[in-house]
């Protein structure tokens, strides 16, 4: 029994840390800085590891943790020397009502806590990959060991960008506040940019048991909905907004009731939301018609075709390679260029496609790569060659850190 509330506790603490870790320091943030709320929370976590194992899981876990963490915020406060509007601060802390507290953790309204918490990370005074790690960091829930991996770097050098990023917040006194619309279209490009690296993680989460984080690609999508409202029709946030809803159209058949990964070319289409598809066409057009077309747009018209397609072997690769050779002018990302041979592969052979994969070996950003080792190997499966394929298959294994994905390379392997 000790076994099974010892499981039960440390999955409520994995399920806080996915769901509410965002809001939760949200909330703090605005009641007391960014440095002393993310020391404040992290202390509140590390008790509730202590504790709930052996006292029980609370009725609102995310309460506990937020009461757990003001206390810590408080004593933070009392140990330094204290200003007065710090002292306001403990005053504002220490009165707080837990009912209080817990009806600011469940208040959606347009201008919430997380909305201004992803504006400060998106301030231009902080440097661009930052920007995105910062995101990654408060509003995902990652770890920066994880966080570093999505970058490639050591997790001593990303705890080091970090913790500079929040002094530059503090010592340059970035508001905590959703900007004016003329300065937001301003920032708009690297908001853009943040937004989409939340919904790619929710799309393929960096580490854990599950493909997806459907909920954290529902979080970028209400926040692309609300920045469209925001800056009034800007066609790259329409852009932006109907690529994230034609890829998330197809989140309930990219897997199977057990959580198993299941590839384009086998989810069974008519568990895909056509209304969602519908009205990000409709966004497209809309976004097309009011300005060139973005990367984000023509992303957005290559996904189009995936989902207007009846099946996988109708659709048109020929145009998908045509719209990624259209994007690889305009932006030099690697994955860019992978995804383009492999729709090649499609309409001029495997052959054909590996030779262009190859061709990407050693391209800074790809080298060592996942997806280029499962691209790789998809190509010699249906070159006949297994044994090659095998191979590429194992690098792909050993390169990806979600378990589901792991899963799925290791099927397919077996099956050669």
């Known amino acids: 029994m000790l076994g099974d509330s010892r499981a039960v506790a440390h999955e409520a603490i994995r399920a806080f840390v996915r769901d509410d870790r965002a809001r939760v320091l949200a909330a703090l943030v605005k009641r007391c800085g960014f440095e002393i709320a993310e020391e404040s929370l992290d202390a509140a976590i590390e008790s509730a590891v202590r504790q709930w194992p052996d006292e029980g899981v609370p009725d609102v876990p995310s309460a506990w943790v937020m009461a757990v963490a003001r206390r810590r915020a408080v004593d933070a406060l009392r140990h330094r020397a204290m200003s007065a509007s710090a002292r306001a601060t403990v005053r504002t802390l220490r009165d707080e009502r837990e009912a209080d507290v817990l009806a600011s953790l469940e208040d959606e309204a347009f201008g919430d806590d997380r909305l201004r918490l992803f504006f400060t990370c998106c301030h231009p005074a902080i440097a661009p990959d930052t920007r995105v790690a910062l995101a990654l960091r408060w509003l995902s829930g990652l770890s920066t060991d994880d966080v570093a991996r999505a970058f490639c770097v050591a997790p001593s050098t990303m705890a080091q960008r970090l913790t500079r990023a929040k002094s530059k917040i503090e010592t340059a006194g970035i508001p905590y506040e959703i900007p004016e619309k003329s ?234």
């Open 183 to 416: 300065e937001l279209r301003e920032r708009l490009g690297s908001v853009l940019e943040v937004l989409y690296a939340i919904f790619n993680e929710g799309y393929v989460a960096t580490t854990g048991p599950s493909l997806q984080r459907i909920d954290l690609a529902d979080e970028a999508v209400r926040l692309a909905e609300v920045l469209c409202a925001l800056v009034e029709e800007h066609p790259d946030a329409l852009s932006l907004l109907a690529l994230l809803l034609l890829v998330h159209a197809r989140r309930d058949a990219r897997t199977s009731p057990d959580g198993e990964m299941i590839a384009l070319d086998e989810q069974a289409r008519d568990r895909w939301d056509h209304a969602m598809i519908s009205r990000a066409k409709s966004l497209l057009a809309r976004s097309l018609r009011a300005g060139p077309p973005s990367t984000y747009a023509i992303e957005a018209a290559i996904q189009a075709l995936h989902d207007e397609a009846p099946s996988y072997a109708e659709t048109d690769f020929a145009q998908i390679a045509a719209l990624y050779g259209l994007l690889r002018a305009k932006t030099d990302a690697p994955i860019v260029a992978l995804n383009e041979a492999v729709a090649r592969s499609m309409v001029d052979g495997p052959a054909e496609g590996l030779r262009a994969v190859r061709a990407l070996e050693r391209v800074e950003g790809l080298e060592g790569h996942h997806a280029l080792f499962a691209a790789k190997a998809d190509l010699l499966r249906r070159l006949g060659r297994s044994k090659e394929a095998r191979s590429a298959y194992d690098a792909a294994i050993a390169a990806t850190r979600n378990e589901a994905e792991r899963r799925f390379l290791a099927r397919r392997r077996d099956r050669l």
